[in-house]
């Protein structure tokens, strides 16, 4: 550890003060990448830093963990309810706070979705498909897992 570090895995994981992937997957020091944002979304610096994970430090397999209960999906479902009443109040040419925007990218998730994420367990997963699907359509990691790079993801249950 003290030359270099050499994990075997990036996770991608809610900022939620009660997930810890290191002690959710029993870690060392080192062995895992962990990068951490609100509901687990993948953006621009989500993306460079497994970028940065995948092609310099050369780990081949990627877990989003999502949880369930998790704040940044509630307030994503309470802008789908405001919505659906006719009541969103959100500035598409982008004079919004940074939480605001990143709460709405994973309220547009669930606003596609057929099922419209009626119920927290459901929309955290409707939102971890979405970021999936973020991750796969990256011209980056579709190069990386045509390379052997592994992406798989899992729903982390606050209660246990």
Known sequence: LKEAQKPEHIIVACSDSRIAP???????????FVIR???????????ATIEYGVQDLGIKSVIILAH????????AQKLLRESEAGKLHFDEKGNNSKLDTMVYRIYKNLAGNS???IDSRSASFDNLKAQMKVLEGDEQMKSALKKGLKITSGMYDIST
């Open 22 to 32: 290191e002690i959710i997957f029993n870690a060392k020091l080192g062995e895992l």
């Open 37 to 47: 944002s609100i509901g687990e979304v993948i953006g621009d610096a989500e993306l």
């Open 68 to 75: 369930t209960n998790c704040g940044a999906v509630a307030e």
């Open 115 to 117: 099922s419209n994420s």
